[in-house]
């Protein structure tokens, strides 16, 4: 881009959102235009509107100076959601849209800007004995609403209530023009936010569209009583099989708020990854007891915990565990003896302990390196139907298979996690690690938090290049079996997919939403 037009642009932001809302420092620039899959080019701006009016007028702004518009919510995508395809690009950063701006207690609803965490939102509303029924990923302590709702999210109450799109009520939303566009029931000429529907849903061509179709602006959420009782279940079983069937089981009841499941692996990767320390315990111990629904429950959790101990995951195999939640024990006890039955004829019953430390303290931060070694990961993931998952996972055992030589040469390991979404659906979500140097991006936080660590730890391009096609094979299994994606960012293949008789209706979107295909270009694999 000319460096005058260029210039030009940055005073006018500038002069939008303030001297504290530009960036341009070296290492932020690179670090903001990188997630755990790597970098491509490298942000001109970084740019931190402090309200929807400025919002607006940044988009607006970029748009006049045909300047692609990327946004970034947390970071904590890992499929080049927020990556920088064009040199001609700013970040937009949505970290100071962090207002809750309304709970509405009577209308069971919630409003927020987009850059809210879920840690944040959850916090406040746990405060006034309510939840919205999705309530974030598992990186929700840095992953913001608007980040997931552009991508799809599950975990937390996915189970009993869906993906995060399932609780999404309207949206605001800045099109690559800059004008807002209300959806839902906020549409209507003077229209409230608390209804999904009024007319077409519009609110719904905004969600999982990586930012291709519009920024998020402001986002209204269902809302319902936190339920005060909780219980957990933990299974074991012998083989996958028994753990596919034992999970689908499981939620097709429709009783639990979370299940979700782990291959020995990747236990085994959790229970060495876990911090010991006395300090870390007692956090859990505090967490757990204040999770419990009185004094005398949270007692008796931490002496089972400790009783308890955790060497009985060692053999634990497969693992899957259920976290129930009722207005009352007896409802709680009813939903638990279900589940137990249910994943009873495939699995034995084992002890709760990792249901209730999660549930006690669900989200987690980036993962940090290991006294003893570095290993990057990258995570993949597939949805499909309950009847597809046993062959989902027999092809990817034959491609690690196809590769264990490889695999054991430059140090390539995989750990598998699965996640029951609502009554009918299984995600299945491979992560190969390899031992390397830290990434660029885990080197931003090790910064913060090692700083005076010295890290050791030697290049791996063999196993970098490994998982690389591993992960290219993986992505087409997923395809060749008709699994889903949710984070598609620059990724998986979407559009590659995406039937010809289909293609027109999404391409005049995106035309009539951003005319100058300013806004994340690359996202979803549109064409440019
Ligand atoms: C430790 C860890 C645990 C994780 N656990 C889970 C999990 O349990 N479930 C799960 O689904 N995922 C999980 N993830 C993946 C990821 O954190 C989530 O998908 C999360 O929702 C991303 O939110 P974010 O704010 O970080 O989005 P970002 O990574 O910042 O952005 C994601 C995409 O959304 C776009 N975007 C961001 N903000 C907006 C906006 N306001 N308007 C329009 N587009 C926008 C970006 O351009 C990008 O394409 C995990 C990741 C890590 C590192």
Not at 411 to 423: G, H, K, L, Q
Request: hydrophobic fraction near 40%.
């Amino acid at each position: 881009m000319n460096q005058n037009l260029a210039s030009n642009l940055l005073t006018q932001l500038q002069g939008i959102v303030g001297a504290d809302g530009l960036i341009l420092d070296d290492d932020l620039r690179n670090f903001y235009s990188t997630d755990i899959r790597g970098k491509c080019e490298t942000t001109m701006a970084i740019v931190q509107p402090g309200s929807v009016n400025e919002l607006q007028a940044v988009v607006a702004a970029s748009a006049a100076a045909n300047v692609a518009v990327v946004p970034r919510g947390g970071g904590a995508s890992y499929s080049s959601g927020y990556a920088i395809n064009t040199p001609a690009s700013i970040t937009l950063d949505m970290s100071k849209l962090n207002r809750i701006l309304e709970v509405n207690k009577t209308n069971s609803t919630v409003t927020v800007e987009a850059g809210v965490t879920w840690e944040a939102l959850n916090k406040k509303l746990t405060g006034c004995s309510l939840r919205t029924p999705f309530y974030g990923p598992f990186s929700g302590g840095i992953a913001t609403i608007g980040g997931s709702l552009a991508q799809h999210a599950a975990s937390l109450g996915s189970a009993g209530f869906g993906i995060s799109a399932d609780s999404v009520l309207n949206l605001d939303v800045v099109a690559g023009d800059g004008t807002l566009i209300s959806t839902g029931s906020k549409s209507a000429v003077d229209g409230i936010n608390f209804f999904r529907y009024f007319g077409p849903d519009l609110t719904g061509i905004f969600l999982g569209d990586c930012g291709a179709l519009g920024i998020k602006a402001r986002i209204t959420l269902r809302l319902m009583p936190r339920r005060a009782y909780r219980s957990f279940l933990s299974f074991s079983f012998e083989s996958f099989e028994q753990l596919a069937d034992g999970m689908a089981s499981v939620a097709r009841l429709g009783v639990a708020d979370c299940c979700f499941g782990n291959d020995p692996t990747c236990l085994e990767q959790m229970m060495r990854a876990q911090d010991t320390s006395i300090e870390a315990g007692k956090i859990i111990a505090k967490a757990v007891f204040a999770d419990a629904p009185n004094p005398v429950a949270g007692a008796w959790r931490l002496s089972k915990m400790v009783l308890t101990g955790q060497s009985f995951l060692k053999k634990a195999g497969y693992t899957c565990h259920v976290i129930c939640d009722g207005h009352s024990h007896a409802e709680v006890r009813q939903k638990l003896a279900l589940a137990r039955k249910a994943a009873s004829r495939y699995g034995r019953k084992i002890p709760n302990t990792i249901p209730m430390v999660i549930s006690s303290n669900p989200y987690f931060s980036i993962p940090q390196p290991m006294a003893e070694e570095i290993r990057r990961g990258i995570p993949q993931h597939g949805v499909v139907p309950f009847d597809r998952v046993k062959e989902l996972h027999g092809k990817i055992q034959s491609l690690y298979n196809k590769y264990k030589k490889d695999m054991q040469s430059y140090d390539v390991r995989t750990e598998t996690m699965f996640s029951a979404i609502s009554t009918h659906a299984f995600l299945y979500e491979p992560v190969l690690t390899w031992a390397d140097t830290p990434s660029e991006f885990h080197a931003h936080y090790f910064r913060k938090e090692f700083a005076g660590i010295a890290i050791s730890a030697k290049e791996n391009p063999n196993g970098r290049e490994l998982v690389a096609q591993l992960q290219t094979e993986t992505a087409r299994i997923f395809s060749d079996i008709g699994a889903i994606n949710f984070q598609l960012g620059k990724t998986y293949p979407f559009w590659e997919r995406y039937q010809e008789d289909s293609k027109p209706l999404l391409l005049a979107l995106k035309a009539t939403l951003d005319p100058k295909g300013i806004l994340n270009p690359g996202a979803l694999g549109l064409p440019a």
